[in-house]
C-alpha cells in the first residue's frame, strides 16, 4: 500500500510503516520474547535437575515444591506469545511434559505466565497458570504426593499416602483382568490422578463440577492413539469413589482400564454403548453379581414394562442432573456386550469391537461389523437384546 502513496507525505509514510515493522518484527517486542524463552528454559532444565536454587533464580518456586513427586523424563516451554507492559509481562507457552516410564510422548498443555523485570533488566517468573480453555494440571492444586505399584502410578493432592497405595492395589488388580479380557496388546500401565475432591476432578477436566457429581471415575485420552501418543490418565472423583465398596472401586478402576488399553481400537466409528459397555463388561467379568444387582435401573425400567426400544445413543451418555436415565444407559450397553459374549463367545465380542473401530466414520459401522462378525443385522440384534433383557431382568 506504501508504494501507491503519492505526494509530499509519501516519505513520512513509507518511514511509519518501517517504524511498525522493526517493532513487529525484530524489535523490541521478539527480543522480549526471546529473554523469557531463555528464562523458561532455564526454569525448565533446574526443575529436571532438582536444582532448587537454580529454578528459584527464575521466579517463584511454587510449581517445584508442588512437583517434586512427580517423575518427570521432560519438561519444556515454547514461548507462543509475550505481551508487555513496561517491567511487566504476560506470556503464553505450550508446556510439554512427559512422565517416565509411561508417557511414550508428552503431552502439550497451553500456559500463561505473568513476569517482572528487575532494574538489572533479568525477567522473573511471578506465577504460571492454565492458559485459556485449557484444564489444570494436578500440582496446580497443591503438593502432589506419589505412589508407585507394580504397573501403576498414582499421583494425589490432599491425600494420604495409605489412601494412594489403595488406589495402587487396585489398579494392579486391574491390568491383568483387562489383559485377559482384551489381551496383551497394550501398554499394561496406568496412570491415576486423585484430587483433593470432586472440584477438584473439574478443575482438571475443565468443565463444572455439576457434570461429574456422582461419576466415580473418568478416563483422558485420544481415541485412536497412535503408539508413540501420550499415557491416558484415570482421574478419580474422590466423593464419589469414597462412597464405593471394595467390589464397587474395583469395577470403576477396572473400567477405566479397560478404556486405557481399547484406546487404539476407539474412534470415531465408536458408539458409547459399545465403548463404555465393553469396559463394564471387562469391569464385571468373572464377579458374582447378577445383571439384576449390576444393572438396577435398567431392571427396574423392564419390570415396569418399559423395555427400550433401541439401544442407547451417545446423548444418553451426556452427563446431566438425571442419573438414573445415564446408568440405564450404561447398564444398556453392558447388557448388550454381556450378551454379544454370552451368545456368540468372548472372542467375536472382542472382534466386535475391533471391526467397529477399524472405520473411520459413524455410518455403517456398527451395521457391518455386526454382519461380518456375529452373523446378524441391527434390527435382528436389537430385538435379541430387547428380549433378553426381559427374560434377565423382568
Known amino acids: 500500500m506504501a508504494?501507491?502513496?503519492r505526494g509530499p507525505g509519501a516519505s513520512v509514510v513509507a518511514l511509519c510503516l518501517l517504524?511498525?515493522?522493526l517493532v513487529a518484527c525484530g524489535g523490541p517486542a521478539d527480543g522480549t520474547r526471546a529473554e523469557v524463552q531463555s528464562l523458561l528454559d532455564r526454569r525448565a532444565r533446574a526443575l529436571l535437575d532438582a536444582d532448587a536454587a537454580a529454578h528459584a533464580r527464575t521466579g517463584t518456586r511454587a510449581g517445584y515444591d508442588n512437583l517434586r513427586a512427580v517423575p518427570l523424563a521432560d519438561w519444556s516451554y515454547r514461548v507462543t506469545a509475550v505481551h508487555r507492559t513496561g517491567d511487566t509481562a504476560t506470556a503464553d507457552a505450550d508446556l510439554r511434559y512427559r512422565i517416565e516410564g509411561y508417557d511414550r510422548s508428552p503431552v502439550?498443555?497451553?500456559r500463561t505466565l505473568r513476569l517482572t523485570r528487575d532494574d538489572a533488566g533479568r525477567w522473573s517468573v511471578d506465577t504460571e497458570r492454565p492458559g485459556e480453555a485449557s484444564g489444570e494440571q494436578l500440582w496446580d492444586q497443591g503438593r502432589v504426593r506419589a505412589v508407585r505399584g507394580a504397573g501403576s502410578l498414582v499421583l494425589g493432592v490432599g491425600q494420604s499416602r495409605e489412601r494412594l497405595r489403595e488406589y495402587a492395589r487396585l489398579a494392579d488388580r486391574a491390568v491383568p483382568a483387562v489383559s485377559d479380557a482384551w489381551g496383551r496388546e497394550w501398554s499394561r500401565r496406568l496412570v491415576v490422578l486423585v484430587p483433593t475432591s470432586l472440584e477438584g476432578m473439574a478443575g482438571l477436566l475443565n468443565s463444572p463440577a455439576s457434570s461429574y457429581r456422582g461419576i466415580a471415575a473418568v478416563t483422558t485420552g485420544e481415541t485412536g492413539a497412535r503408539e508413540r501418543s501420550p499415557a491416558d490418565r484415570i482421574i478419580v472423583n474422590p466423593d464419589a469413589f469414597g462412597v464405593l465398596g471394595e467390589s464397587g472401586r474395583q469395577v470403576v478402576l477396572t473400567h477405566e482400564a479397560t478404556h486405557v488399553a481399547t484406546r487404539a481400537h476407539t474412534g470415531a466409528a465408536t458408539?458409547?454403548?459399545l465403548s463404555e459397555g465393553f469396559a463394564d463388561w471387562v469391569g464385571y467379568r468373572g464377579g458374582d453379581r447378577t445383571p439384576a444387582r449390576a444393572a438396577p435401573e435398567l431392571a427396574r425400567a423392564v419390570a415396569r414394562g418399559d423395555?427400550?426400544?433401541?439401544?442407547p445413543t451417545d446423548d444418553d451418555f451426556g452427563f446431566s442432573d438425571d442419573s438414573g436415565s445415564l446408568a440405564q444407559a450404561y447398564e444398556s450397553g453392558w447388557m448388550a456386550c454381556r450378551l454379544m459374549a454370552d451368545r456368540w463367545g468372548e472372542d467375536r465380542l472382542r472382534a466386535f469391537y475391533r471391526a467397529v473401530g477399524a472405520h473411520d466414520r459413524r455410518e455403517g459401522a456398527v451395521e457391518q461389523a455386526l454382519h461380518?462378525?456375529?452373523?446378524?443385522?441391527?434390527?435382528?440384534?436389537?430385538?435379541?437384546?430387547?428380549?433378553d433383557l426381559r427374560r434377565t431382568l423382568g
Open 3 to 5: 508504494g501507491r502513496v
Open 19 to 21: 517504524l511498525v515493522s
Open 108 to 110: 502439550t498443555t497451553a
Open 271 to 273: 458408539p458409547l454403548w
Open 307 to 311: 423395555v427400550p426400544a433401541a439401544l
Open 372 to 387: 461380518e462378525v456375529l452373523g446378524t443385522t441391527l434390527a435382528d440384534f436389537t430385538a435379541q437384546w430387547r428380549e
